[in-house]
């Protein structure tokens, strides 16, 4: 056996969709999680409700990387159908727990095998016929405790944890772990060289989040009180996210009475179809989609942007185009959705990059909706939203909502009734607006998608419509400044990195082996730091998770002629999450940068 590798590995658990293989791998991620080990869990699941294939990696490193790893040290082997190729993932010298009916016949030799009778023992140690099914996996949680030293204490506080609403489901689970910790303890000599042990000082202070449930967060702390959605994976968890917390922290506490609304709509163009009537109406208003609710909200958003209409559209990103594959993670819907509709439109997008920035660009989404009358689109993806990451706990706002230019009936008295619904008077190309309802005469306008002049008064006018749009493109040249700023860490080198959403994670490691600088993008329009950070380098990589290289077309646009051959792209797109490799053997080939 080698030297000891502690506390730096992969874990795979290889399982069956719909099988309860999932609260298996959370209780195992508590259970390291609660040692003080930085975890990075990433579950890889089909399209379908059960019987297909699964994966759930654990990646556990002593510096806390939040990257996809290519590299699997430990597999966990529960199903039959995919038993070879997954063998093919472990690395040399890895781990295989694996099922004991499984042939080990002509396989590798090159790894160590720990074969449980994980079968039988479901058989003749859980009673219940009901349970067995999901009970057989927390076997597995009980062999891997066995094989990697976790502390029973570890394993109890992580059940508690994960069954926190449902405590009588406790003894069941741990007597179930007792079965394979007791099975490894009797049957098994270590002969691997991977271990765990307790740390201090790295996750004190982090908490375990999903992006969505994050944003979901986020969004009721900035007022969220209208919510209109459609069902698609991997949205859907948000907005259950809104309905769960609504039920604890949006409800009287005297009457019961109801402070949101969440309408399930029969689809994703009557959803944010809603979702924009109530922003007109005065609340603040959000759907949740995926790119092919996107597609279908197209018309809706140029209406919204054209009429100057508050709304809050999240876009949790997956695999396209068409149905594309809905279970895995992608950044291919940033160009879309930044001129989504039809004619000369542009709209505000929020580029999240960690589950901290998933609450607070999700609060303060409604702030610039409201403040620039507008939509404002939040990306996030599959990988960041549906996946637990560490995060600092959040921070409670410490601002009141900004409702932008909203006029008063005390200030149309003083404006004795004289306003414009789309005048800018104040030369930021944001207008007035008033709320339905508001007690003064020349409170009312019309609003429409058709042609318009500043009274609101219809209009097919060449002048009032050229006019109409040099002022929509003022108010974007206000929140292009308004918007958060890029995040840039330079140390002047010659050559960068940009990026942006969850492709963070693996910039961060990458940039451990690669000496680069870094910009990671945080909003659409683009900052002016874009350009002035690529005119301090040589050459600039943009990396991103998608084919087409969306943010290095737009990059490029924005930048001045002399710049644009600065600039160079790096894509990965396969819909699994990206790794640092994926970033650091490019950029070694052509650059040969180590740190």
Known sequence: MTDPIVNDLTIQAATVNGSGSQTANLVLTRAIFHMGIPVAPK?????????LPTWYQLRITPEGHMARSDKVDVLVAFNVATWREDLKTVRQGGVVVHEEAFSTADARTDVTYYA????????????????????ANMIYVGVVAGVLGIPWESIEHAVRRQFLAKPKAVPVN?????????????????????????MTGVVEGKVLVEGNQAAAL????????????????????????????????????????????????????????MAIGAGWAGARAMTSTSGPGISLMAEFSGLAYYAEVPVVIFDIQ???????????????????????????????????????????????????????????????????????WMTPEFKYPEKPFDRGKVLTKDDLEKLAGDWGRYRDVDG??????????????????????????????????????ARNMDRLSRKLETARHALPGP?????????????????????????????????RVRALPLSDDVARFVARHERVYIV??????????????????????????????????????AIIEPLSSQEMVPA
């Not at 185009?321 to 929020?350: C, E, I, M, N, W």
């Not at 330079?490 to 870094?518: N, P, W």
């Open 318 to 388: 997956r695999i396209g185009p068409s149905t594309g594959l809905p279970t895995r993670t992608s950044q291919g819907d940033l160009a879309f959705v930044y001129t989504l509709s039809h004619g000369d439109t542009k709209h505000l997008v929020l580029l999240p990059g960690t589950v901290e920035e998933c609450y607070e660009f999700a609060r303060d989404a409604f702030d610039y909706s409201d403040r620039f009358q507008t939509p404002v689109f939040v990306l996030s993806d599959l990988d960041l939203g549906m996946n637990l």
């Open 116 to 135: 449980v009778p994980f079968a039988k023992l479901a058989k003749s140690k859980i009673q219940s016929d009901t349970l067995r099914k999901q009970l």
């Open 43 to 51: 579950n890889v699941f089909p399209s379908n409700i059960e019987g």
């Open 487 to 519: 995040v840039i860490d330079e140390s002047g080198q010659k050559v960068g990195l940009i990026a942006f959403g969850s492709t963070h994670a693996a910039v961060v490691e990458a940039r451990e082996t690669v000496s680069v600088d870094y910009l």
């Open 544 to 581: 991103e998770q998608n084919r087409d290289g969306q943010l290095f077309d737009l990059v490029r646009l924005a930048l001045p002629p002399e710049l644009v051959d600065r600039v160079r792209s790096i894509r990965h797109y396969n819909g699994q999450p990206i790794p640092a490799a």
């Open 174 to 198: 741990l007597d179930a772990i007792k079965v394979g910790f007791d099975y490894w303890q009797d049957n098994f000599s270590k002969q691997d060289p991977y271990r765990l042990q307790p």
């Open 218 to 273: 986020g969004a009721l702390m900035g007022g969220v009180t209208v919510v209109a959605w459609y069902p698609i994976t991997p949205s859907s968890s948000l907005c259950e996210y809104v309905i769960a917390y609504s039920d604890r922290f949006r409800t009287g506490s005297n009457n019961g009475e109801k402070r949101i609304s969440v309408v399930q709509a029969e689809d994703e163009l009557a959803a944010v179809g």
């Open 428 to 465: 930021d190309g944001v207008t007035f607006r008033t709320l339905p309802g508001t007690d003064h005469p020349a409170a009312g306008y019309f609003t429409r998608g058709s042609g318009h002049d500043e009274m609101a008064r219809y209009t097919e006018g060449a002048d009032a419509y």
